[in-house]
């Protein structure tokens, strides 16, 4: 696997156990469906949570949810939409980024709560 793969991999990894310390209960993590994908699909307190990771070494001198620009948006959006209408959800949808800066086993989390709306297409 290639390396920055490796980090994204375990930067997702921490994110997910972030997010399941906090209290949130992952329902699906890299779901998949055509050319759509979600990070990490969560739920707590009657929401359903789609998170976009974010993962970059220590070194970076950009923040990680910068990378989340509108085109960015608009496909999770989308692939939100799709995941919804693929299970049949009917309850309020937050869209999270959880950033993890550093390296394997020593990850500086933030957890950026409603990150974006949806846009209006």
């Not at 699909?41 to 001198?61: F, I, M, P, Q, S």
């Amino acid at each position: 696997m290639a390396t920055h793969n490796a980090l994204g991999k375990a930067g997702e990894d921490a994110a997910a156990a972030h997010l399941i310390a906090q209290g949130y209960t992952i329902l699906h993590r890299n779901w998949h469906k055509n050319h759509l994908e979600l990070d990490i699909v969560a739920t707590k307190n009657g929401e359903l949570v789609v998170v976009e990771v974010k993962t970059r070494a220590a070194n970076t001198c950009i923040n990680p949810q910068d990378a989340v620009n509108w085109k960015k948006v608009r496909h999770i959006v989308v692939a939100a939409d799709a995941y919804i209408k693929h299970f049949d959800i009917d309850m309020p949808v937050r869209f999270d980024i959880v950033t993890a800066i550093g390296s394997e086993g020593n990850f500086r989390i933030e957890h950026i709560e409603n990150a974006f709306y949806p846009p209006m297409f």
